[in-house]
């Protein structure tokens, strides 16, 4: 898994570019400048509008600090039986490489296609409100009727049906 957040920009039902955050602010900066106000850009993992500091992006300091880098990792109790520690203990680099392994298994296993649906929503929510079907092919997206929902999207502009089908596929 990556800590690089890929965003998607767009320019009325045109994509601009995609990629990840910095890339595509460094971009949008070069080649829009005057457009920058009706770019809408999107957080790929989630779908939803994602907003670019174009003020910070000048100023940010882009030489990364020595030392190991941050993971956001919280020390936290994890109360189990005598057994799963047992198992745990036996597992390569210890309980809590064994641990994040199995949550990022069950994680995937569990919540990918429900998390590729709700991003989806959240991008066509903004940019296919007023195409013609919108209504039925959210109900399509969200009963997994993948046929009723290409045929309700087919007239869609290509740039918005392709970022659809990429937030659905993952």
């Not at 971009?27 to 670019?52: C, H, M, N, Q």
């Not at 100023?59 to 005598?82: F, H, I, N, Q, Y």
């Not at 013609?132 to 092919?137: C, D, I, L, R, T």
């Amino acid at each position: 898994m990556t800590d690089i957040q890929s965003v998607t920009a767009f320019l009325g039902d045109r994509k601009l570019a995609t990629g990840p955050r910095a890339t595509v602010q460094h971009l949008l900066e070069e080649r829009y400048p005057g457009d920058l106000g009706s770019i809408l850009v999107f957080d790929d993992a989630t779908g939803k509008l994602a907003d670019l500091d174009y003020w910070d992006a000048a100023t940010a300091d882009p030489t990364p600090s020595a030392g190991r880098p941050r993971l956001g990792v919280k020390a936290r109790e994890v109360t189990l039986l005598p057994r799963h520690w047992d198992w745990l203990a036996g597992q390569p680099g210890g309980a809590s490489a064994a641990l994040r392994r199995l949550v990022e298994t069950a994680s995937r296993e569990t919540g990918d296609g429900r998390k590729r649906r709700h991003a989806a929503y959240h991008f066509m929510n903004h940019m296919c409100g007023n195409l013609p079907g919108y209504e039925e092919a959210l109900r399509a997206l969200y009963r997994d009727d993948d046929a009723v929902f290409g045929g309700l999207i087919a007239q869609w502009p290509e740039d918005v049906r392709a970022h659809i089908r990429h937030l659905i596929s993952g």
